[in-house]
């Protein structure tokens, strides 16, 4: 109690060593009670002894422990506790802790971190859904990217699109009661459908022989790649870009039988979307945060040494290596594992086992990721998209694939891992600010290079739009 409670101030000394000893005596006391209520015959006869006669001592009997009275010692010791606990809470000071107001998750602390960070809607391509939202003529509502979106799959087309989710006529929401008739999506409110690039098609009651022309509504573009929707997002309104290609091998494979999806994940965060792509340009940070092993118990005992090597306005698609300024890329090794951080105590075999696994990173635009896996069993794919929800709010899915002789339990594995790896930035994601020119020192990261890459996915618009999407 002593230990948890600290050390009483000098003054209330005496009084701890009373009370020890008091406690002390009365334990004592309890100690020598007796269960029986008659004296032992054997003691009644010591007082008979007459004069000159000697005291046997093997007749005389001294309490047992056990024969104790258990039920007295423990409402004593019950006592003499809340005693000592009453008396320390009326004479010893409090040292409570002081509380902490720091909550990143405030409107106060948003505001702040919106000053310091780019617009929260980088533009490029965003996964806002999968193949199987939209399944079954079901309609897919969407809020990210400071809009509100509703997909649906064309009954006759099979192609999916993506609308603005207010229907132009009176702003009925499309995708609360929209149903999908043949290739359109049916409003609710007043039966106006509109195709999959946003024109109406028919509306019920209008007495004109064809549709206005003006009656439509915004569609985004739209790419369906390995079961996942993505749009293109322009703060300008231009359209797209760059194509999506570095998964095109993947899509390949798995459509032949020689890859296949062993697993998803999905994770959210409050954090702004530029954070994973921030961290290619710190390698060091690898040193920290990702130094212990992503494993459950074994990170707080086996830690690993990794490099990097960063490479902007180029990756790989397809295989080989590719010169785009939107594309982006990191090559990862494992150098060895050590117990407790100490380079001194390096486990047996870890730089050849570690070394035999080697991870490439293609980032593709603003927020979508390919990880490519080597292993001595076979190589694994991780597609990882970041959807914009709102400014400070991710969400992240990562798809796992592997070539068809690699065990499902390997990949189940690395899944894990990869979990277990983003949750180790975590903490510091959702609690810092950005700097766009840092206070560096010779052994940092090339940042410089990672900004220049990052500034070309926002325009003149980009700020605009994250500070009306605020109101959130």
């Given at each position: ?395 992240v899915e990562s798809r796992w694939y592997a070539e068809r002789h690699v065990p499902m339990l390997l990949v189940r594995f690395f899944a894990l891992l990869g979990v277990r790896a983003l949750e180790q930035d975590r903490q510091v994601w959702e609690n810092k600010l950005y700097r766009d020119k840092p206070m560096l020192v010779s052994g940092d990261g090339p940042f410089p290079a990672f900004f220049r890459w990052q500034a070309q996915f926002y325009s ?13």
């Open positions: 109690c002593l230990s948890k409670m600290g050390r009483s101030p000098t003054r209330h000394v005496f009084f701890e060593r009373v009370f020890w000893v008091a406690t002390a005596a009365a334990a004592t006391a309890v100690l020598c009670i007796r269960p029986e209520s008659q004296p032992d015959s054997r003691q009644a006869e010591i007082g008979d002894l007459g004069h000159g006669q000697f005291l046997n001592f093997t007749d005389v009997r001294l309490p047992s422990l056990w024969n104790l009275n258990w039920g007295v010692n423990l409402a004593t010791a019950a006592v003499a506790t809340l005693v000592y606990s009453l008396c320390r809470a009326v004479l010893v000071p409090s040292r409570a802790r002081s509380k902490s107001y720091h909550d990143p998750k405030t409107p106060k602390f948003k505001a702040l971190r919106a000053k310091f960070f780019p617009p929260g809607y980088p533009n490029g391509w965003h996964c806002v859904c999968n193949a199987s939202d939209v399944e079954g003529g079901r309609v897919h509502s969407i809020s990210a990217l400071g809009t509100h979106m509703v997909a649906f799959r064309g009954e006759d087309s099979g192609v999916v699109g993506v609308l603005d989710a207010f229907c132009p006529h009176l702003g009925a929401h499309l995708g609360s009661g929209g149903t999908v008739e043949g290739d359109a999506l049916k409003c609710p409110f007043h039966g106006w459908e509109f195709a999959t690039t946003g024109k109406c098609t028919h509306i019920p009651y209008s007495r004109l022989e064809a549709v206005p022309p003006r009656a439509k509504t915004k569609a985004y573009e739209v790419r369906e790649v390995l079961e996942r929707v993505y749009v293109w997002f322009d703060a300008e309104g231009r359209p797209p870009q760059w194509e999506l290609a570095c998964h095109e091998d993947l899509a390949s494979g798995v459509a032949s039988g020689e890859w296949y999806l062993g697993a998803t994940r999905t994770l959210e965060f409050e954090q702004h979307s530029c954070e994973m792509m921030l961290n290619s340009a710190d390698p060091y940070h690898f040193q920290t945060l990702h130094a212990p092993l992503p494993l459950p118990i074994l990170d707080h005992v086996i830690t690993a040494f990794h490099t990097i090597k960063q490479f902007y306005g180029s990756g790989v698609v397809n295989g080989a290596v590719t010169e785009k300024e939107w594309l982006a890329s990191i090559t990862e090794k494992t150098t060895g594992l050590f117990l407790f951080g100490k380079s001194w105590l390096p486990i047996p075999f870890s730089a050849t086992s570690a070394g035999a696994v080697g991870v490439g990173v293609t980032f593709e635009g603003p927020t979508i990721m390919h990880f490519t896996i080597a292993t001595p069993f076979g190589k694994l794919r991780q597609v990882k998209t970041v959807l914009p929800v709102e400014p400070f709010k991710q969400f003149e618009s980009s700020a605009a739009l994250s500070e009306h999407s605020l109101d959130w």
